[in-house]
């Protein structure tokens, strides 16, 4: 029997490589956009869909090697190239081949180390900050893209979607640039990973771009999906989660492999298994209980940090208790309106619309998630709703005026339905 340590099987905050779960709507596509000389792609999805886990698992089918950029808040475009030139330092100097690239073209290295020493002249020289990397003129997007495409390196570009401003504009046109290279440069491929309508923002500027772009939206994991990576963690731990505790666990999970992963984990490490168990081991409700509270312990702080952001959208509360009494699966705008006034509740068609887009936001917090294929807005975590829920509940006892509240007050309520919220769990 092969013996995997926990970690890598339940993977919450990573990549899944034990447990991962083959997505049969795009592995065929991706798979054969990532072999098209030439072919771009674009991978996009909300947050938590598994984009990073699906490029990870399908990549190294085509290419052996491939750099990662991390696109972070503030970054410039300038500090995106010298990641990826960077990065590129493991085969142009260390000349780590694989087995699609064997050799190194000579000039192509000489040209790498001249950029590389000019980069190093500026530091010693002081020219360069320390924040802001001096980008040498030699090393142009044209350039960058010569030395990806010689080296057969693939260049995934991780949450481009946070590169803003200018900025922005300055990637989309490099993006350009390397699809017009691609041509000359066979193995040339940028996978650009990125928020939901994110792809819109590079390809619809330029019908060009259309044909040599290939774009994938990655859905949220269907429950069936979500079961299989219960099944593949339970086969190579060796332990069983009966059916009912599976579709309770696929229940809180939705859609989130993320949360799946989190409850398994927590199962696993309350009953101390760390690694593949000799002998079967079965679980019961009170440890996915256990695994219950662990969790909310630990997305408590997050949770109440963005429902404080939320709070600050004026006279938001209407539109977070409408959303709060809606299943798991949320509703459509219509039915949320329809909702509001056989509860009567009061509030206009535009005023649902502005604060749903708001709490769409990272500003407001990320309450809310749209899915652009039921057109249903959500929680984008269930746990969310429940402690929306939990929050209505006490504060409907509390407070019958219509008062405003104070901030502090708020905080509180937040507090006590938190605890309203816990003790039902561990009351079930
Ligand atoms: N196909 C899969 N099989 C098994 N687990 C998966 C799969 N896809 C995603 N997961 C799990 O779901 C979680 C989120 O996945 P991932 O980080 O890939 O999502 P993402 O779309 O890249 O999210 P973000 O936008 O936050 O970067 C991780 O814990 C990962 O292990
Ligand atoms: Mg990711």
Not at 279 to 304: G, H, M, N, P, W
Not at 312 to 332: C, F, K, W
Request: aromatic share 10%.
């Amino acid at each position: 029997m092969k013996i995997y340590e926990l970690k890598k099987v339940f993977t919450p905050a990573k990549p899944a490589r034990v447990t991962f779960v083959d997505r049969d709507e795009f592995n065929d596509d991706i798979v054969t956009a990532l072999e098209l000389p030439g072919n771009q792609l674009i991978v996009y999805g909300h947050t938590g869909s598994g984009k990073s886990t699906l490029v990870e698992n399908l990549l190294h089918r085509v290419y052996e090697k491939q750099i990662t950029t991390n696109c972070m808040k503030g970054m410039t475009f300038e500090e995106v190239v010298i990641d990826a030139f960077d990065e590129l330092e493991e085969f142009y100097i260390e000349e780590i081949t694989n087995n699609i690239k064997t050799s190194i073209n000579g000039r192509t290295q000489a040209n790498y180390l001249a950029i590389k020493a000019q980069i190093q002249a500026s530091i010693e020289s002081g020219q360069a900050h320390k924040q802001k990397r001096y980008l040498p003129p030699q090393l142009t997007p044209q350039r960058l893209a010569k030395l990806l495409g010689e080296a057969g390196y693939c260049w995934v570009l991780e949450d481009f979607h946070k590169i803003e401003g200018e900025e922005k504009e300055k990637l989309a046109q490099m993006m350009k640039v390397f699809v017009n290279l691609s041509d000359k440069h066979e193995d040339l491929k940028i996978i650009a990973i990125g928020a939901v309508n994110s792809a819109r923002e590079v390809v619809e500027t330029d019908a060009e771009m259309n044909t040599r772009i290939s774009e994938f939206h990655v859905k949220l994991m269907d429950d069936e999906e979500i079961r299989q990576i219960i099944e593949k963690g339970c086969e190579a731990l060796n332990i069983i989660i009966p059916k009912n505790l599976q579709d309770d666990i696929i229940y809180y999970s939705n859609g989130l492999g993320s949360i799946c992963h989190k409850l398994c984990y927590y199962m696993c490490d309350t009953a101390l298994i760390k690694r593949t168990v000799p002998q079967s081991v079965e679980f019961d409700y009170s440890d996915l209980k256990e695994a219950l509270k662990r969790y909310i312990k630990s997305v408590e702080d997050t949770i109440k940090k963005s429902f404080d952001r939320a709070m600050t959208i004026p006279s938001v509360e209407n539109t977070l208790r409408i959303m709060a009494h809606q299943d798991q699966y949320g509703a459509q705008s219509d039915s949320l309106l329809a909702w509001a006034s056989e509860h009567s509740i009061k509030i206009s068609k535009k005023k649902l619309k502005v604060d749903l887009d708001k709490l769409e936001t990272e500003e407001y917090g990320e309450l809310i998630k749209f899915d652009d294929n039921s057109w249903k807005y959500s929680f984008s975590n269930p746990f969310y709703g429940t402690f929306a829920l939990a929050y209505f509940e006490e504060q409907d006892k509390n407070i019958r005026s219509a008062n405003k509240k104070s901030n502090r007050e708020m905080m509180q309520l937040l507090n006590e339905a938190f605890k309203v919220f816990s003790n039902q769990i561990a009351s079930e």
